[in-house]
């Protein structure tokens, strides 16, 4: 194992448990915050959980194209492939919901949604994670 496939085991090792606990603490949490005030902790927690999100999928999406270009590997390209799946639905799924729920403020329906539809990206940086695990 090089030191960058060493570097992508540990990203995605990270963006797996950190979307894990999105899917089954955070998000959950919302439907029992409470209304008055929701926008402003939406707000703070929007911002305090992207500052560890968005390195890691800058990292993950980086490391798995060069290592997939650098030598292909049908398993570094499902993982690829399960990655940008991740992506795309962060930002026509995840990134709607939450501008959505910082417009309106609590409202059960969206929050319902934004669960709902996070399985999208907890599956695809799960295969991510299981991909890493596999390589040879």
């Known amino acids: 194992m090089t030191s960058l496939e060493a570097a ?11 979307i894990g606990i999105v899917q089954l603490v955070i ?5 029992h915050a409470e209304p008055r005030g929701f926008r402003a902790w939406h ?7 992207t500052v560890f999100v968005v390195p890691l999928m ?10 997939t270009i650098r030598e292909f590997r049908p398993i570094d390209g499902i993982a690829l492939g399960a990655c940008l799946v991740a992506w795309i639905a962060t930002f026509t799924l995840s990134v709607p919901c939450h501008g959505a729920l910082q417009k ?5 329906p969206t929050i319902e949604r934004l ?3 996070n399985w999208v990206r907890t599956i695809a940086w799960t295969v991510v994670l299981g991909c890493g695990i596999a390589r040879p």
């Open 104 to 108: 309106r403020g609590k409202d059960l």
């Open 115 to 117: 669960i709902r539809t």
């Open 58 to 67: 800058f990292a993950q999406f980086g490391l798995l194209v060069y290592l």
């Open 8 to 18: 992508l085991d540990a990203v995605n090792l990270a963006m797996a448990v950190l």
């Open 27 to 31: 998000y959950p949490s919302f439907r």
């Open 43 to 49: 707000e703070s927690y929007t911002g305090r959980i």
